[in-house]
């Protein structure tokens, strides 16, 4: 059964769009969000009166508390009730230092809950990522670059909480300067207005930079795509690079890749560097013409000094919301990017069905059939019909690219066929449990799939649970037990990616072997090694047919009696046919 998600909303592109889907992905920890403002806003209303006190400490130890609570307004009036509740001296201190350990505990608890819900989430990420790879359509895979699909998972997974993140902070920050604000507006609301003019003067300067940040973000995205590209056609390619002694032009090429990160990241760090001269300037700039507009405006020396104390304070706050807002731009295509894979809209999944497969007892018929793979200017298979009988041994026979590997393909249903159908006795096989069926089918084909592993991980690919014993059994069958243990580990020892570290027909064996303990389909085609050719396969073969399994298998050309073995039936494909696919 084959499902297309549907969605009007798509993956989001502005960046309200984003953080609102950040949010909703994030909704199992967002009980987790207001207790983060209200740490923040506890943390700067705690801050922000310490501040104020510190002016009132400074007086009385000078003997001039009765000046500081003579001042009119609201905080003349504050400074008067604690003088009286205080004492001033020592019990102001100890109010002053329980202030500054309470500011501290709230932002340590605050980090601590900003270090959980990040790092959960970039958990979330990649699990939903690796699980979104294994369920959405084989096709939609094969179409993307395996460097963007690795650079996704691996990098910029990562970027979804780094985005929550900013996104906490920068609520936190607004938190705080509102704060910041209202103590500023107790002290003097005429002073007020001039430090607002300034402030909302830096927030533009940062506005005006966030643009470039976001370009610079699309950049640095798409050259670690490149680079993580390179780094998979080095490792995945190595033998061949090493064959062909192009060692020096891949590394030359890496190099380049390299060079292009680093310059971008550069690029992005010059950006953010001007953020900290920028801020610095406007805020000595501000300070002074809050201190010489204070006397001819009539503001006490008292307010005029708490106000500035608050406001040098309520610096950093503004310097973390200007870099936060910066680094959100920076982070808005890889989450783009991430939250566009993530999203269901538009993508294909083959469902299970729902109906347990127990046996294959009558046979497997391909009734026109006919299918294509996405781009190909023909199709693979173009309304064809046969038999697969149970219990006897099938050969499909072709040339190179006749289809005889997608039909190994749409049986383990990697795709799901154009038009036509596929019944096992005379029941569709979309209506089977994906589980079930491929509990009973097994591939061992032409481009062996290992798996970079042991020998052992290799054969529980297919079986989970296959122990020592049906492994050897299955290795002995394929001719490929004695390989085996002349490894240093047996069937522990690390065979590398693809099984590099194994001849092609070793590769091959181990793929029958692997094939062995289940009902199994084969595409045979290459890579055995003679004399003696395919040895696993006529054991396999004629085990499978005493067995009442069925075998199928493909070749380049006509079978051999040696090839195939059993009785059955056999298929020629491609004479004149227009079909991809080797």
Same mark, same amino acid.
């Given at each position: @059964?084959?499902?297309?998600?549907?969605?009007?909303?798509?993956?989001?592109?502005?960046?309200?769009?984003?953080?609102?889907?950040?949010?909703?992905?994030?909704?199992?920890?967002?009980?987790?969000?207001?207790?983060?403002?209200?740490?923040?806003?506890?943390?700067?209303?705690?801050?922000?009166?310490? &501040?104020?006190?510190?002016? *009132?400490?400074?007086?009385?130890?000078?003997?001039?508390?009765?000046?500081?609570?003579?001042?009119?307004?609201?905080?003349?009036?504050?400074?008067?009730?604690?003088?009286? /509740?205080?004492?001033?001296?020592?019990? *102001?201190?100890?109010?002053? =230092?329980?202030?500054?350990?309470?500011?501290?505990?709230?932002?340590?608890?605050?980090?601590?809950?900003?270090?959980?819900?990040?790092?959960?989430?970039?958990?979330?990420?990649?699990?939903?990522?690796?699980?979104?790879? !294994?369920?959405?359509?084989?096709?939609?895979?094969?179409?993307?670059?395996?460097?963007?699909?690795?650079?996704? &998972?691996?990098?910029?997974?990562?970027?979804?909480?780094?985005?929550? *993140?900013?996104?906490?902070?920068?609520?936190?920050?607004?938190?705080?300067?509102?704060?910041?604000?209202?103590?500023?507006?107790?002290?003097?609301?005429?002073?007020?207005?001039?430090?607002?003019?300034?402030?909302?003067?830096?927030?533009?300067?940062?506005?005006? !930079?966030?643009?470039?940040?976001?370009?610079?973000?699309?950049?640095?995205?798409? /050259?670690?795509?490149?680079?993580?590209?390179?780094?998979?056609?080095?490792?995945?390619?190595?033998? $061949?690079?090493?064959?062909?002694?192009?060692?020096?032009?891949?590394?030359?090429?890496?190099?380049?890749?390299? +060079?292009?990160?680093?310059?971008?990241?550069?690029?992005?760090?010059?950006?953010?560097?001007?953020?900290?001269?920028?801020?610095?300037?406007?805020?000595?700039?501000?300070?002074?013409?809050?201190?010489?507009?204070?006397?001819?405006?009539?503001?006490? =020396?008292?307010?005029?000094?708490?106000?500035?104390?608050?406001?040098?304070?309520?610096?950093?706050?503004?310097?973390?919301? /200007?870099?936060?807002?910066?680094?959100?731009?920076?982070?808005?295509?890889?989450?783009?990017?991430?939250?566009? @894979?993530?999203?269901?809209?538009?993508?294909?999944?083959?469902?299970?069905?729902?109906?347990? =497969?127990?046996?294959?007892?009558? /046979?497997?018929?391909?009734?026109?059939?006919?299918?294509?793979?996405?781009?190909?200017?023909?199709?693979? #298979?173009?309304?064809?019909?046969?038999? &697969?009988? $149970?219990?006897?041994?099938?050969?499909?026979?072709?040339?190179?690219?006749?289809?005889?590997?997608?039909?190994?393909?749409?049986?383990?249903?990697?795709?799901?066929?154009?038009?036509?159908?596929? #019944?096992?006795?005379?029941?569709?096989?979309?209506?089977?449990?994906?589980?079930?069926?491929?509990?009973?089918?097994? +591939?061992?084909?032409?481009?062996?799939? *290992?798996?970079?592993?042991?020998?052992?991980?290799?054969?529980?690919? $297919?079986?989970?649970?296959?122990?020592?014993?049906? @492994?050897?059994? $299955? +290795?002995?069958?394929?001719?490929?037990?004695?390989?085996?243990?002349?490894?240093?580990?047996?069937?522990?020892?690390? &065979?590398?990616?693809?099984?590099?570290?194994?001849?092609?027909?070793?590769?091959?064996?181990?793929?029958?072997?692997?094939? +062995?303990?289940?009902?199994?389909?084969?595409?045979?085609?290459?890579?055995?090694?003679?004399?003696?050719?395919?040895?696993?396969?006529?054991?396999?073969?004629?085990?499978?047919?005493?067995?009442?399994?069925?075998?199928?298998?493909?070749?380049?050309?006509?079978?051999?009696?040696?090839?195939?073995?059993?009785?059955?039936? @056999?298929?020629?494909?491609?004479?004149?046919?227009?079909?991809?696919?080797?």
């Amino acid at each position: @059964m084959e499902r297309r998600a549907h969605s009007k909303a798509g993956p989001p592109q502005t960046t309200a769009a984003i953080v609102k889907a950040l949010l909703g992905f994030s909704s199992a920890h967002a009980w987790l969000l207001p207790l983060l403002v209200v740490f923040g806003l506890a943390a700067s209303f705690v801050e922000s009166l310490g &501040i104020s006190l510190i002016v *009132l400490f400074l007086y009385s130890m000078i003997g001039r508390a009765a000046e500081a609570a003579a001042v009119s307004g609201i905080i003349g009036k504050a400074f008067a009730i604690i003088t009286v /509740e205080t004492g001033g001296g020592t019990r *102001l201190a100890a109010l002053i =230092f329980g202030m500054v350990v309470a500011n501290a505990l709230l932002r340590s608890s605050y980090n601590l809950i900003t270090a959980f819900i990040r790092y959960r989430l970039c958990e979330t990420a990649r699990n939903c990522l690796h699980e979104q790879f !294994l369920q959405v359509s084989y096709d939609f895979i094969l179409a993307r670059d395996q460097g963007q699909l690795l650079n996704i &998972i691996a990098g910029e997974s990562w970027t979804l909480g780094e985005m929550y *993140l900013c996104v906490c902070r920068i609520l936190i920050n607004i938190s705080s300067v509102s704060i910041f604000v209202l103590f500023l507006l107790v002290v003097s609301w005429q002073l007020l207005l001039v430090a607002s003019s300034g402030i909302i003067f830096l927030l533009l300067a940062m506005h005006f !930079l966030s643009e470039p940040a976001r370009k610079l973000g699309r950049r640095m995205r798409e /050259e670690h795509e490149k680079l993580a590209e390179r780094m998979l056609v080095t490792l995945q390619g190595m033998r $061949a690079l090493r064959a062909f002694g192009q060692e020096q032009r891949y590394q030359h090429t890496f190099e380049q890749a390299s +060079a292009e990160v680093r310059r971008a990241s550069m690029a992005f760090e010059r950006l953010n560097a001007l953020v900290s001269p920028v801020v610095q300037i406007g805020y000595l700039i501000l300070l002074t013409a809050i201190i010489l507009v204070s006397g001819p405006m009539g503001i006490s =020396f008292v307010a005029t000094l708490a106000f500035v104390a608050l406001v040098y304070r309520l610096q950093p706050h503004v310097h973390e919301l /200007e870099r936060n807002l910066l680094h959100a731009a920076q982070l808005e295509a890889s989450a783009r990017s991430v939250m566009g @894979m993530l999203d269901r809209s538009g993508k294909t999944y083959l469902l299970s069905g729902v109906r347990p =497969f127990v046996g294959l007892r009558k /046979e497997i018929r391909f009734e026109s059939v006919s299918f294509s793979y996405t781009g190909a200017p023909s199709p693979s #298979l173009n309304q064809i019909s046969f038999t &697969i009988p $149970a219990g006897a041994t099938t050969a499909l026979v072709g040339m190179s690219g006749a289809g005889k590997t997608t039909i190994v393909n749409l049986l383990l249903r990697l795709y799901r066929a154009d038009s036509g159908s596929i #019944l096992v006795d005379d029941v569709c096989l979309d209506e089977f449990t994906r589980a079930s069926w491929l509990s009973r089918i097994a +591939a061992a084909g032409q481009d062996v799939e *290992l798996i970079e592993g042991t020998v052992q991980d290799n054969f529980r690919v $297919a079986s989970v649970e296959a122990d020592l014993s049906a @492994m050897r059994w $299955a +290795a002995r069958a394929a001719g490929i037990l004695d390989v085996i243990e002349s490894l240093p580990q047996g069937f522990d020892s690390w &065979i590398g990616q693809q099984g590099l570290r194994l001849s092609g027909g070793q590769r091959q064996r181990l793929g029958l072997a692997r094939a +062995a303990p289940r009902p199994r389909h084969s595409d045979p085609g290459r890579g055995h090694e003679r004399p003696g050719q395919r040895p696993g396969a006529r054991n396999l073969g004629c085990d499978t047919a005493e067995n009442g399994r069925t075998y199928t298998a493909g070749d380049y050309s006509s079978p051999r009696n040696d090839h195939v073995r059993g009785s059955g039936d @056999m298929y020629r494909f491609g004479s004149g046919a227009r079909l991809r696919i080797a």
